[in-house]
Each structure stands twice: as structure tokens, then as C-alpha cells.
Nanobody, 124 residues
Framework: QVQLVESGGGLVQAGGSLRLSCAASVRTFSTYVMGWFRQAPGKEREFVAAIRWSGEYTNYADSVKGRFTISRDNAKNTVYLQMNSLKPEDTAVYAC?????????????????WGQGTQVTVSS
């Protein structure tokens, strides 16, 4: 079993920054592709970013590219999402997820394990 716990969410003004963390209780963290998804009220769950096993490759949704950065520290079993230039439309519950595959990382069903999510609210 893999446990994922997000932290770092909160309330921030538009244009501000937040850094989300996802700590994983897994023996072989480096064998998992890690992703971030978000879901706002009334909307479907949306892919945000993903990072390959050793961090060599990353993938971003067009809506966040250039503003968000995903990274990982396998020694600490942690994946991060640095969010800059935040907009009100970024408001959502953000959850991290783990997958053993890189294929179709922007699809929810690709992932085997999920965290509980952390609320990010951006005010104007």
C-alpha cells in the first residue's frame, strides 16, 4: 500500500505563490511516476503536471505551463508543485497521485494511488 499526503495549500492573493508538497510512504518511491491533479466545484478533475521516475521528463497542462513547476526528491520520498503567478481560476482541491507507468499521465485512471487533496484558494 502507498500512502500520499499533500500539504502546503491555503489562501493566496492573485499573483502570489504557493508550494505544494506530497510525501509518500513507499519503499521504492523512485519507481513511481508522480502527478498532480486538481478539481474545482462543478468541474471535472483536471490534469496539472507529472514527473517521470527520476525526474528526467515532465509534463504540464497548457493552463499552468510557465507558471507551475513539478519536481521530486526521491531521497525524501516527496514530490513538489511550485505554483507562481496564481490566478483565481487556479482555485481547486489539488491532489497528488502515483503511477507505475508514464503512458497517458494526463488521464486519471492511469494512477494507482491518490492523496486526500489540499485546498488552494486564489482571491482577486
Amino acid at each position: 500500500q502507498v500512502q500520499l499526503v499533500e500539504s502546503g495549500g491555503g489562501l493566496v492573493q492573485a499573483g502570489g505563490s504557493l508550494r505544494l508538497s506530497c510525501a509518500a510512504s513507499v519503499r521504492t518511491f523512485s519507481t513511481y511516476v508522480m502527478g498532480w491533479f486538481r478539481q474545482a466545484p462543478g468541474k471535472e478533475r483536471e490534469f496539472v503536471a507529472a514527473i517521470r521516475w527520476s525526474g528526467e521528463y515532465t509534463n504540464y497542462a497548457d493552463s499552468v505551463k510557465g507558471r507551475f513547476t513539478i519536481s521530486r526528491d526521491n531521497a525524501k520520498n516527496t514530490v513538489y508543485l511550485q505554483m507562481n503567478s496564481l490566478k483565481p481560476e487556479d482555485t481547486a482541491v489539488y491532489a497528488c497521485a502515483a503511477s507505475t507507468k508514464w503512458t497517458n499521465v494526463f488521464i486519471t485512471r492511469t494512477y494507482d494511488y491518490w492523496g486526500q487533496g489540499t485546498q488552494v484558494t486564489v482571491s482577486s
